[in-house]
């Protein structure tokens, strides 16, 4: 498969292990936050999304937490699998403005 | 449903070719979207159309023709190709009609053109 972005941060877990993945966003006016997941050859996919008037929501396995004073994002992944290896990222929208971050890429440990 | 779908999959260009990257969606989406990703960077918009008949530009337009006749197709075309355009394109859709798509946006699998 092809490999998005050379030079990503990465993140190695153990499987079974939880993964936190972390997010600096540049907008305070941003009011809005996605965190996608992207395999090797394949496009983005959506995960899990928040508005800024909350600070935590909760998927299937996933837990983002929003920290607005520090404009700071994260993704919790429980129990980490397998197939969750892969790049994620975060965008915000704000101002009209969709901005994606580079990425992470998570490497999970058998 | 085939969701959004890239055609093709891989390309390789020379300077100066033209060529038409394409995109189809089968969710009666409103909103449509071309990225480019390149390592490093975080995807970056290029165009995008919010209905059928309306286009507009996106961060990196230069270079880059779009058009949307049909509310399932919005091709991207390369006029004249050049090395700065070697990158992963992704085409996306969404039922949003805004500017902006808070709605989730659907992904197409991408097209890895590189151009010599």
């Known amino acids: 498969g092809e490999s998005v972005g050379l030079h990503l941060p990465t993140l190695s877990v153990q499987e079974g292990d939880n993964s936190i993945i972390n997010c600096a966003y540049s907008n305070s006016a941003s009011d809005y936050f996605i965190w996608y997941k992207q395999e090797s050859g394949k496009g983005p996919q959506f995960i899990i999304d928040i508005r800024s008037n909350m600070d935590k929501r909760q998927g299937q396995r996933v837990t983002v937490l929003l920290n607005k004073t520090v404009k700071h994002l994260s993704l919790q992944i429980a129990a980490t699998q397998p197939g969750d290896s892969a790049v994620y990222f975060c965008?915000?929208?704000?101002?009209?403005?969709?901005?994606f971050g580079t990425g992470t890429r998570l490497t999970i440990i058998p | 449903n085939a969701g959004v779908t890239q055609t093709p999959k891989f390309q390789v260009l020379k300077t100066g070719q033209s060529m038409t990257l394409q995109c189809a969606q089968d969710?009666?989406?409103?909103?449509m979207s071309w990225y480019r990703q390149d390592p490093g960077m975080g995807l970056r918009l290029i165009h995008y159309s919010v209905g059928a008949g309306i286009t507009d530009q996106g961060e990196v337009p230069n270079g880059y023709n779009v058009s949307r006749s049909t509310t399932e197709d919005f091709p991207l075309r390369l006029l004249s190709a050049a090395p700065s355009q070697t990158s992963v394109y992704f085409c996306?859709?969404?039922?949003?009609?805004?500017?902006?798509?808070?709605?989730?946006?659907?992904f197409g699998p991408g097209t890895r053109l590189t151009v010599l």
């Open positions: 996306a859709s969404s039922y949003s009609t805004s500017g902006v798509s808070t709605d989730t946006q659907y």
């Open positions: 969710m009666n989406h409103e909103y």
């Open positions: 965008a915000e929208i704000g101002n009209e403005k969709l901005t």
